[in-house]
C-alpha cells in the first residue's frame, strides 16, 4: 500500500524500496528484529517503513538508527508506556535522530494520545505532511486547535499538509473548523476540505 502516492506521485521510482515490519514482539530481545533489518539492508536500501503493529518509541527509534535513507514512515500505533533500558550501543539516540530529520511524510494510523503527535512531529521536524487519526470521542476543534498552537509556537516551517482521520467528517464539520481557524487566526493563508473520512487542511 504505497499511501504516499497520494500526497507525491513524483517520488522516484528507485526510491520505492519499503520495509514492512507485521510484527513486534515487546518482550523479545531487540537484536532478533535489529538482525533482520540489518540482513534487508545487505540487499537493497530502504526508503519506506511501515510497521503494522503498535511499536514502543524506543524500538522505533532503534530499527530508525539502522534507516538513513527513509521519506516515509507508517506506523500503527506508538506506545510510551513500555519501558527497556538500552546500552549506548544498542540505543544510539543521536543517529536515529539525525535520519528521522530526512522524513518527509509521516501516517499514524491510530491515536492514542495527542501526545503520540507531538512526539512525531518533535522527532520528525522536517515532515511535510502528516497523517493522523483523531482521538476518539475527542473534540474534533480541540484536538486540531492543540495541534495547530504546537505547529504555530515551535515553528514547524516544512510541515504544510496535515490530514485527519475522523468517521464523522462531512461538509458542517468542515464549516466549524473553518470559522474556528478564522476567528482565532490560527493560520492564514489555507485551504481545508473533506473526503471520505479524511479532513486535508493544507496552508503556506
Known amino acids: 500500500n504505497r499511501w504516499y502516492k497520494y ?3 513524483s517520488i522516484e521510482h528507485s526510491k520505492s524500496t519499503q520495509l514492512t515490519i507485521k510484527y513486534v514482539y515487546s518482550g523479545e530481545p531487540p537484536d532478533i528484529l535489529l ?3 540489518k540482513h534487508v539492508l545487505n540487499l537493497t536500501q530502504i526508503y519506506h517503513l511501515n510497521i503494522e503493529q503498535e ?3 524506543n ?3 532503534q530499527i530508525i538508527h539502522l534507516l538513513p535513507d527513509l521519506i516515509t514512515l507508517k506506523i500503527n500505533s506508538l506506545s510510551f508506556y513500555r519501558s ?3 546500552t549506548n550501543q544498542v540505543f544510539p539516540t543521536t543517529s536515529s535522530i539525525e535520519h528521522a530529520k530526512k522524513i518527509k511524510y ?3 494510523e491510530k491515536t492514542h494520545k495527542i501526545q503520540d503527535i507531538y512526539f512525531l512531529m518533535t522527532f520528525c521536524p522536517q515532515m511535510e505532511y502528516l497523517n493522523v487519526e483523531c482521538i476518539k470521542n475527542k473534540n474534533i476543534e480541540l484536538f486540531l486547535r492543540n495541534i495547530l498552537h504546537v505547529i504555530n509556537n515551535n515553528r514547524y516551517e516544512y510541515l504544510r499538509l496535515l490530514c485527519i482521520y475522523i468517521t464523522k467528517a462531512d461538509d458542517q464539520m468542515i464549516k466549524r473548523l473553518n470559522k474556528m481557524i478564522g476567528d482565532e487566526k490560527l493560520l492564514l493563508d ?3 476540505h473533506c473526503e471520505l473520512y479524511n479532513i486535508y487542511l493544507k496552508w503556506k
Open 55 to 57: 511499536i514502543s518509541i
Open 106 to 108: 509521516v501516517y499514524l
Open 84 to 86: 527497556i533500558t538500552f
Open 59 to 61: 524500538r522505533l527509534m
Open 190 to 192: 489555507y485551504t481545508i
Open 35 to 37: 538482525n533482520q533489518v
Open 7 to 9: 500526497i507525491n506521485s
